[in-house]
């Protein structure tokens, strides 16, 4: 005789733990794509911070030229004064040392601006070989909101809080799917059998018979009433760690928040300060000026007003460009760098 056996099983209800799983996966995507996002605006921010850095060090390179270029003609002036015996020469050296210690930085800049053009240009996707200039930068000075509104818009936008309320989903699916296992299983079978005197796998009629046996089965793991209540309390302990970890990241975000609100503050006002610096510094140039032609004052007076106004004036293209970048770090921290 020849015999052949087909079943057919399907399970009816396990718990829902195929459903829980099912929608962790769907969370846990969730998760990787704000990830994503997260990613995609530091690389935004990586753009704006080296774009800030490279018009810093291009700033810093035009003071340079400016002051050398006036350096330049107080040297001629002071060699001018020495050929008449009116200044010694150790004046003249004055301006000179002076000079060589502005071309030193103007070196050290030169220096910056190819590491930070070659990496701008990576960033960009641009061939390493590009040489980038930026004339300006956008007025610094925005219009500023109230730091409550920027630590609400932080809570609603950053990715990192959604990740944490998706992770607690997750535990709470956890725990729902290791209760699971304290519930029946509930499944349905279907067999078919085909038996023929014959011992011939193709049927003939009339020499073959074909019984059929449909059941339904019903099991329980009794073990699992008592083994699952430490797994329980475990994705319990998962579940509070999740709201823990969601605690921690929103104090993070909003001191965050605050801190970088505060130094775009600080930043503006350090651009105020630094613009009656400037304008003092100048005064006091053009009066020393003034003096060492008549002799008034001595050359390393001269060259000191000259080394104020000079620093003032590189402080104050830093500080524009600091402002500029301390706005947009607020604005990532909040979560609208790249929207």
Do not use: C
């Not at 049927?203 to 009433?225: E, H, R």
Request: net charge neutral; aromatic share 8%.
């Amino acid at each position: 005789a020849y015999l052949g056996i087909l079943s057919l099983n399907q399970v009816i209800f396990a718990g829902n733990k195929l459903k829980y799983a099912r929608q962790s996966t769907e969370l846990l995507t969730q998760v990787a794509r704000l990830d994503e996002v997260n990613d995609r605006d530091q690389i935004v921010y990586n753009i704006i911070n080296s774009y800030y850095n490279l018009y810093k060090v291009l700033q810093g390179k035009k003071v340079v030229e400016q002051n050398v270029a006036s350096l330049d003609q107080q040297i001629k002036q002071s060699q001018r004064f020495f050929d008449q015996g009116i200044v010694t020469k150790n004046d003249v050296l004055q301006f000179q040392l002076q000079k060589a210690n502005v071309e030193l930085n103007g070196i050290d800049l030169e220096n910056n601006r190819r590491i930070v053009n070659y990496n701008l240009d990576i960033l960009l996707g641009l061939p390493e070989t590009t040489q980038l200039t930026i004339e300006q930068v956008a007025d610094a000075d925005k219009p500023l909101g109230m730091l409550a509104s920027y630590i609400d818009t932080a809570i609603a936008t950053r990715p990192e809080l959604r990740q944490a309320d998706l992770q607690a989903k997750v535990a709470d699916n956890n725990i729902s799917s290791v209760k699971a296992n304290t519930l029946p299983n509930l499944s349905a079978g279907a067999s078919a059998y085909y038996v023929d005197v014959s011992a011939n796998p193709l049927p003939k009629a009339g020499n073959y018979i074909t019984p059929i046996s449909i059941g339904i089965t019903a099991s329980w793991n009794f073990g699992a009433l008592w083994n699952n209540k430490h797994k329980v309390a475990e994705a319990r302990i998962e579940r509070t760690q999740a709201d823990i970890t969601k605690s921690i990241t929103l104090d993070r975000i909003k001191n965050e928040v605050n801190q970088n609100y505060q130094t775009y503050i600080a930043s503006l006002d350090k651009i105020k300060l630094l613009q009656t610096a400037i304008a003092q510094a100048g005064e006091n140039n053009k009066i020393l000026e003034s003096k060492y032609r008549s002799n008034i004052a001595s050359a390393v007076e001269r060259a000191d007003s000259q080394t104020l106004l000079y620093q003032a004036q590189i402080n104050l293209e830093l500080a524009k460009a600091d402002a500029g970048l301390a706005y947009y770090t607020l604005l990532k921290s909040t979560g609208k760098l790249n929207k």
